[in-house]
């Protein structure tokens, strides 16, 4: 039978299941720089209580990965469903700040279709990356970014003021800006709890008698790694690991680490040894406790206004994040450990409850997945596909990889299989091949150790050509151009 034939039949075998409410709400939970080393992950470092309650009732995809590993172009393709050569967007300038809709005319995006369609669309925080834009006018409804504060502590004050000092002198501080800080205060003192207080009072207030699209955006544990104290004291800093890969993949290529090196524009790398490698892996590890608490009291509002078991709840992350691995602290490369994310729905009434789905799946596909459950139509530019044939069959047909990409002088361009990740920089405009890399990813550790592009020729010639069919029929922008500053 036609693959298309047989998801179709599948789906519709799959929305009958969902009959019972028609427009559930949608509660759309973003988390900055996550990584899926939670419990419901296999792991054990992290205390995640409430997501891994949400996994438990929910259908966890454990091989879900972006399509570039850099906040901006990530989450503009999520909302919009398109890859990033549909929309055309690789990266972003704090100092050339854009409104995306003003250059992407006709684009639907997952919040204006469910407001179009009779939903009540709200967003706080970082669901956007606001250098992007943040759609206010087509997507929501109503938006707030919430209060921004990152350092409220005297020890943090002090090391600005120290580092500003040493730069009036004509010195190079070795720390810029704190990397990691703490403080014993409410949650709401930092922004991801007043984030969070504005998204419990939305819930409690709300009397709408339309379904409501509530979207909440966590910036932590985005550096700086700073959260109240009582999320620090949650770990013992001697029991906390080190990376098991601190170099580099043997064979790597000169394209594979990227040159974007994000904890210097808070530390200098010479001080990051091993007790500060810990300190670090700290600090992320107390973001995280500290953002799950907060989707904790979310949840928590939803059960006492009734709205629960009517609501559709959908976790994700933007990217991954190197933690010390292969040596950096930063993202912006195709490397798993970078684009793999956590992915998690919740359905009303906990149906397919503790289902886990190994098949490697998009960010894209959260588009089509949400419109299919809440019954409304799936927008034309969405490039995505609907996840829910593998809700109830997780060995189901589906695409052959997923796409992550990244732009510098060249392209580079990465699929993952169940098996392998392919990886081909080429010319940007001619598409001919610059350099390959080929990882088999163990199941265990989820992250390339050797480049063995050389000993399968076979599968290299088989990926590429995968890669270049993709290339050669994939959507392209050809509408109006972000002006360059």
């Given at each position: 039978?036609?693959?298309?034939?047989?998801?179709?039949?599948?789906?519709?075998?799959?929305?009958?299941?969902?009959?019972?409410?028609?427009?559930?709400?949608?509660?759309?939970i973003a988390i900055d720089d996550m990584r899926p080393e939670l419990n419901c992950y296999g792991k054990t470092q992290i205390i995640s209580p409430n997501i891994d309650r949400?996994?438990?009732?929910?259908?966890?995809?454990?091989?879900?990965?972006?399509?570039?590993?850099?906040?901006?172009?990530?989450?503009?393709?999520?909302?919009?469903?398109?890859?990033?050569?549909?929309?055309?967007?690789?990266?972003?300038?704090?100092?050339?700040?854009?409104?995306?809709?003003?250059?992407?005319?006709?684009?639907?995006?997952?919040?204006?279709?469910?407001?179009?369609?009779?939903?009540?669309?709200?967003?706080?925080?970082?669901?956007?990356?606001?250098?992007?834009?943040?759609?206010?006018?087509?997507?929501?409804?109503?938006?707030?970014?919430?209060?921004?504060?990152?350092?409220?502590?005297?020890?943090?004050?002090?090391?600005?003021?120290?580092?500003?000092?040493?730069?009036?002198?004509?010195?190079?501080?070795?720390?810029?800006?704190?990397?990691?800080?703490?403080?014993?205060?409410?949650?709401?003192?930092?922004?991801?709890?007043?984030?969070?207080?504005?998204?419990?009072?939305?819930?409690?207030?709300?009397?709408?008698?339309?379904?409501?699209?509530?979207?909440?955006?966590?910036?932590?544990?985005?550096?700086?790694?700073?959260?109240?104290?009582?999320?620090?004291?949650?770990?013992?800093?001697?029991?906390?690991?080190?990376?098991?890969?601190?170099?580099?993949?043997?064979?790597?290529?000169?394209?594979?680490?990227?040159?974007?090196?994000?904890?210097?524009?808070?530390?200098?790398?010479?001080?990051?040894?091993?007790?500060?490698?810990?300190?670090?892996?700290?600090?992320?590890?107390?973001?995280?406790?500290?953002?799950?608490?907060?989707?904790?009291?979310?949840?928590?509002?939803?059960?006492?206004?009734?709205?629960?078991?009517?609501?559709?709840?959908?976790?994700?992350?933007?990217?991954?994040?190197?933690?010390?691995?292969?040596?950096?602290?930063?993202?912006?490369?195709?490397?798993?450990?970078?684009?793999?994310?956590?992915?998690?729905?919740?359905?009303?009434?906990?149906?397919?409850?503790?289902?886990?789905?190994?098949?490697?799946?998009?960010?894209?596909?959260?588009?089509?997945?949400?419109?299919?459950?809440?019954?409304?139509?799936?927008?034309?530019?969405?490039?995505?596909?609907?996840?829910?044939?593998?809700?109830?069959?997780?060995?189901?047909?589906?695409?052959?990889?997923?796409?992550?990409?990244?732009?510098?002088?060249?392209?580079?361009?990465?699929?993952?299989?169940?098996?392998?990740?392919?990886?081909?920089?080429?010319?940007?405009?001619?598409?001919?091949?610059?350099?390959?890399?080929?990882?088999?990813?163990?199941?265990?550790?989820?992250?390339?150790?050797?480049?063995?592009?050389?000993?399968?020729?076979?599968?290299?010639?088989?990926?590429?050509?995968?890669?270049?069919?993709?290339?050669?029929?994939?959507?392209?922008?050809?509408?109006?151009?972000?002006?360059?500053?």
């Open positions: 039978m036609d693959r298309i034939l047989f998801q179709i039949i599948v789906l519709m075998i799959c929305l009958n299941s969902f009959s019972q409410i028609k427009h559930p709400n949608v509660l759309f949400l996994a438990n009732e929910g259908v966890v995809f454990t091989r879900a990965y972006c399509q570039v590993a850099l906040c901006g172009p990530s989450r503009l393709s999520l909302m919009t469903g398109m890859h990033p050569d549909g929309i055309k967007n690789y990266g972003m300038n704090k100092n050339n700040k854009i409104e995306w809709r003003d250059f992407r005319p006709g684009v639907t995006s997952i919040p204006e279709q469910f407001k179009n369609n009779g939903y009540y669309a709200i967003g706080f925080g970082k669901i956007y990356d606001n250098r992007l834009g943040i759609d206010e006018n087509s997507s929501w409804d109503e938006f707030d970014e919430g209060w921004k504060g990152k350092y409220i502590s005297p020890r943090s004050k002090k090391i600005l003021a120290e580092a500003k000092a040493a730069r009036n002198a004509g010195k190079e501080p070795t720390i810029t800006r704190p990397a990691v800080d703490f403080y014993d205060t409410a949650d709401e003192s930092y922004t991801d709890g007043n984030i969070a207080k504005l998204a419990v009072d939305f819930i409690n207030e709300y009397n709408r008698e339309k379904p409501f699209f509530l979207a909440v955006g966590f910036n932590k544990p985005h550096l700086p790694f700073v959260a109240p104290k009582k999320y620090w004291d949650l770990y013992e800093r001697e029991q906390i690991k080190l990376p098991k890969y601190r170099k580099p993949p043997k064979g790597k290529t000169s394209h594979t680490l990227s040159p974007y090196k994000e904890i210097e524009s808070y530390i200098s790398k010479v001080i990051i040894d091993e007790a500060k490698i810990k300190e670090l892996r700290h600090g992320y590890y107390a973001c995280v406790s500290y953002v799950d608490a907060q989707i904790g009291k979310i949840v928590e509002a939803l059960n006492e206004k009734g709205e629960l078991e009517k609501t559709i709840i959908v976790i994700w992350g933007d990217h991954g994040f190197k933690l010390g691995d292969y040596g950096e602290w930063a993202k912006a490369t195709n490397l798993e450990v970078d684009a793999r994310v956590p992915l998690i729905f919740r359905m009303p009434a906990k149906e397919n409850a503790g289902t886990y789905i190994a098949t490697p799946v998009e960010l894209t596909d959260i588009m089509p997945t949400l419109c299919d459950i809440a019954n409304i139509k799936i927008p034309s530019n969405a490039e995505g596909e609907s996840l829910l044939p593998l809700f109830f069959n997780p060995e189901a047909d589906f695409r052959p990889f997923a796409l992550t990409q990244y732009a510098r002088k060249e392209m580079a361009y990465s699929i993952r299989t169940k098996e392998w990740r392919y990886t081909e920089y080429v010319n940007k405009k001619s598409y001919e091949t610059i350099e390959q890399e080929l990882y088999r990813i163990d199941d265990n550790t989820l992250m390339e150790d050797e480049n063995v592009e050389g000993k399968y020729p076979s599968v290299v010639k088989e990926m590429s050509k995968m890669l270049h069919d993709y290339i050669k029929t994939a959507p392209k922008w050809n509408g109006p151009q972000i002006p360059k500053k």
